[in-house]
C-alpha cells in the first residue's frame, strides 16, 4: 500500500513538474523572447498556424488540423491589426539576439527571418493599400476552394465541422465587408471593370446570371443543387463507409440548408455592397491614384523583386528583353516560313495559335485530351533529368483542371504544394475556360514551368526540408520561386527539350516575351498611368496572346501590383549567379550541385540568394585548392 501510494505520489508530482515545466516552455515559446533562437523560428511559425485555422486546413498539419477543422480565419479589422502588432514585435525580438554568436546555420537563418518580417513591417503605412475582394482572389472564392481542394471528409467529425465552417460564412463576410468600407474611406476603391468581374463571379456563384439582380431564381434548377460546395460534399461523403444512405441524405440536407442560407445570404451582402461602391469607382487602373501611390508601388516592386530596383529601372529591363526576344522569335518564324516583318509578333503568333494543326477540340473530350498532354510532356522530362538534378520531391503531382466556378478569373495555370500530411500531392492547375486558349506548341513550357523541374521541384522540396525552423519550409518570396519556374523553362530547352521542335522553341520563347511584357505593362500601369487599354494593346501586340488571355492578365496585375514583375526579374538573377559560378569556377562547375544549392535552401531573397552562390563558389574553390596542394 506504501509503495503503491508513494508510486502514486511521485507519479503526480511527475506529470505536474512536467505540466509546469512545458507550460513554462509554452509561455516563453508564445509570450516572451524564448531563450534559444531556434525556439523563436519555432514561435514565429505557431503564432501564424495558431492564427489561421484556414492556413491549417490547406497545409495539412497534423494534430492541428483537428483541433481547427470547424474555423474560419478572424479577418476583422481588430485582429488583422493585432497580427501586424504581434510580427512587429518578433522583428524586434529578432534584433535582440546576438547575431555573430550564431551558427552558421542560424545566421542564414536569421537573415531569411529579418528580410521578411523586416519587409512587412516597412509596408504598416500601406495597410489598407490594396483589394481584398477581387478577381483574382478574395472571400468569395478562397473559402469555396479552400472547402473543396483542402478540407477533409473522412468521418462524421469531418462533416460536422464542413457545416460549421459553411454556418460561418456570415460572420467572415462581415468582417471583409468591415475592412472594405475602412478602405473605401481612405479613398481605395477598385476600378469599375474589377467591381464588374467580381459581381458577376459571385452573381454566378449563387445561381443568378442576371447582372442587375441578386433575386435567386430556383423555379426551373435549384443553384444550391449546382453549387460546389453541395456538390464538393455529396461527392466525398458518399466514399465514407459506415454511414447508411440515410445517414448521408440527412448530412446533404443540412449542407444545402447551409449553403441556400448562411451562405448565399453572405454573398448576397458582398453583392450589394459592391453595386452600390461602383458608382464611387473610376476607370482609373494604376495605384498611383492612392494616397502616396508612388511611395507605395515602389514598395511593392522592392517587396515582390526583393531587389532596390526603381520602377523606372524595371520599365527598362523590360523594354530591352522585349527588344532581344523579338529578334530570336522572328528567327524562327523566317526559318518556318512566315516571315513578315511589316507586322507586330503578336499578329504573327496569332494567326499560328488559329492553325487547325495546334489545337485540340473545344469540347470536354478536347481537355481531356490537354490534361492527357500535360502528363505525357511531364512524364518525358521527369524521365530525363538525371544530368542536372541529383534531388528529386518525393510527393507526387498531379495535372487538374481549375474548378469551373472560378476559371474566367483565374490565371492560365497555377500550382499548389502538397499537404505537410502528405494526404495530397504537388496540384498544376490548367485553366480550360476555353480550349482555343491552349495551344499545343505553348503545352511543354507550362508543364515544365508549373510542375517539373519548376515549382513541383522547388516548392515540393523546399516543403521537404529537414533541420531547418518550419518558417522556411514555406515559398515566402515570389521573386525566388517564380524565378526559379521561368529559369526551369530556359533549362529545358538548354537541356534538349525543345530538340527538333522548332514551335516548342517559339512558345518558350512567347512565355519569355510574356513575362518580359510584364515588367512594361505593370510599370507602365502603375508607374507610368497608362490605362488598362493601352496595357491591353501593347501586351496583344507583343505576345500573340489572344485578347481575353490579355484582359485577364491585365487585370491580374492593377489588383497585385508589382507581382508579376517578380518572374523575370528573378529568373535574370539566377541566370545571372549560374554564370558567375561558371566563370569562376571554370571547369570545376557543376550544374547539379548548382540546382541543389540553390533547391536546398528554399526560397530565399535574391541578395541573400547571391550570399549562398558566392560561399558556394569560395567553398568549391578552397577544396580544388586543398586538393591541388596534396
Not at 141 to 158: F, G, I, Q, Y
Not at 316 to 336: C, F, H
Not at 542 to 560: K, S
Request: net charge negative; glycine share 6%; charged share 30%.
Amino acid at each position: 500500500m506504501t509503495k503503491k501510494r508513494t508510486w502514486k505520489f511521485w507519479t503526480g508530482r511527475t506529470t505536474l513538474g512536467l505540466l509546469i515545466i512545458g507550460g513554462l516552455w509554452l509561455t516563453n515559446l508564445i509570450w516572451f523572447k524564448p531563450f534559444n533562437i531556434k525556439h523563436f523560428y519555432d514561435k514565429v511559425f505557431v503564432q501564424l498556424v495558431i492564427d489561421s485555422p484556414e492556413l491549417t486546413t490547406q497545409v495539412g498539419i497534423p494534430v492541428l488540423y483537428d483541433l481547427s477543422k470547424d474555423e474560419l480565419d478572424d479577418v476583422s479589422d481588430k485582429n488583422q491589426w493585432e497580427s501586424f502588432n504581434k510580427m512587429k514585435e518578433d522583428y524586434k525580438t529578432l534584433q535582440r539576439y546576438d547575431f555573430e554568436s550564431q551558427s552558421k546555420e542560424n545566421k542564414l537563418n536569421t537573415k531569411i527571418l529579418s528580410s521578411f518580417l523586416g519587409k512587412q513591417v516597412e509596408g504598416e503605412r500601406f495597410f489598407y493599400h490594396d483589394y481584398p475582394v477581387n478577381q483574382m482572389f478574395g472571400v468569395q472564392n478562397n473559402l469555396p476552394s479552400l472547402m473543396e481542394s483542402s478540407h477533409k471528409l473522412r468521418d462524421e467529425s469531418d462533416i460536422e465541422a464542413y457545416i460549421t465552417r459553411l454556418s460561418k460564412f456570415g460572420t467572415k463576410f462581415d468582417q471583409v465587408l468591415e475592412g472594405l468600407k475602412i478602405a473605401e474611406e481612405k479613398g481605395i476603391i477598385p476600378p469599375q471593370f474589377i467591381i464588374d468581374r467580381v459581381l458577376s463571379e459571385m452573381s454566378g456563384f449563387v445561381g443568378n446570371k442576371e447582372k442587375d439582380s441578386i433575386h435567386i431564381k430556383t423555379d426551373d434548377a435549384d443553384p444550391v443543387k449546382s453549387n460546389i460546395l453541395y456538390v464538393n460534399f455529396n461527392s466525398k461523403v458518399s466514399k465514407i463507409e459506415g454511414l447508411t444512405e440515410e445517414e448521408k441524405d440527412a448530412y446533404s440536407t443540412r449542407v444545402a440548408d447551409q449553403v441556400r442560407t448562411k451562405v448565399f445570404d453572405a454573398y448576397n451582402a458582398l453583392i450589394l455592397y459592391f453595386k452600390a461602391l461602383k458608382s464611387k469607382a473610376t476607370t482609373d487602373a494604376g495605384v498611383w491614384k492612392f494616397p502616396d501611390g508612388d511611395a507605395f508601388y515602389q514598395y511593392q516592386l522592392s517587396l515582390m523583386t526583393t531587389t532596390d530596383y526603381t520602377p523606372k529601372e524595371v520599365h527598362q529591363i523590360g523594354l530591352s528583353e522585349v527588344a532581344r526576344i523579338k529578334t530570336e522569335m522572328r528567327d524562327i518564324l523566317n526559318d518556318q516560313g512566315y516571315a513578315d516583318t511589316s507586322r507586330e509578333i503578336g499578329e504573327i503568333i496569332q494567326e499560328l495559335n488559329k492553325e487547325e494543326r495546334f489545337l485540340y477540340q473545344n469540347n470536354d473530350e478536347g481537355r481531356k485530351e490537354i490534361l492527357e498532354g500535360y502528363n505525357t510532356i511531364l512524364d518525358e522530362i521527369n524521365a530525363g533529368l538525371d544530368n542536372a538534378f541529383d534531388i528529386r520531391p518525393k510527393a507526387a503531382m498531379e495535372v487538374k483542371r481549375v474548378p469551373e466556378f472560378k476559371e474566367e478569373g483565374s490565371a492560365g495555370a497555377y500550382y499548389t504544394p502538397p499537404a505537410m500530411d502528405g494526404s495530397k500531392g504537388g496540384i498544376f492547375y490548367a485553366n480550360l475556360r476555353a480550349v482555343t486558349e491552349t495551344v499545343k506548341f505553348g503545352m511543354k513550357t507550362l508543364a515544365y514551368h508549373e510542375g517539373i523541374p519548376g515549382h513541383h521541384f522547388q516548392i515540393a522540396i523546399q516543403g521537404e526540408l529537414e533541420d531547418v525552423p518550419i518558417f522556411r519550409t514555406f515559398p515566402l518570396f515570389t521573386a525566388y520561386t517564380e524565378g526559379w519556374a521561368l529559369y526551369a523553362e530556359q533549362l529545358a530547352w538548354e537541356l534538349g527539350f525543345y530538340k527538333n521542335d522548332p514551335f516548342g522553341n517559339l512558345g518558350r520563347l512567347q512565355a519569355e516575351m510574356f513575362r518580359s511584357v510584364r515588367l512594361v505593362v505593370d510599370t507602365g500601369i502603375h508607374y507610368k498611368k497608362w490605362t488598362r487599354e493601352e496595357a491591353i494593346e501593347y501586351m496583344i501586340a507583343n505576345t500573340g496572346m489572344t485578347t481575353g488571355e490579355v484582359v485577364t492578365e491585365i487585370e491580374r496585375y492593377i489588383v497585385m501590383p508589382g507581382q508579376a514583375c517578380a518572374y523575370k526579374i528573378g529568373m535574370l538573377k539566377i541566370l545571372e549567379l549560374r554564370e558567375k559560378a561558371k566563370k569562376k569556377l571554370s571547369n570545376k562547375f557543376d550544374l547539379k550541385e548548382f540546382h541543389n544549392v540553390v533547391l536546398k535552401n528554399g526560397a530565399v531573397p535574391l541578395d541573400i540568394l547571391e550570399e549562398i552562390i558566392d560561399d558556394f563558389i569560395n567553398t568549391t574553390l578552397a577544396k580544388k585548392t586543398t586538393r591541388e596542394q596534396l
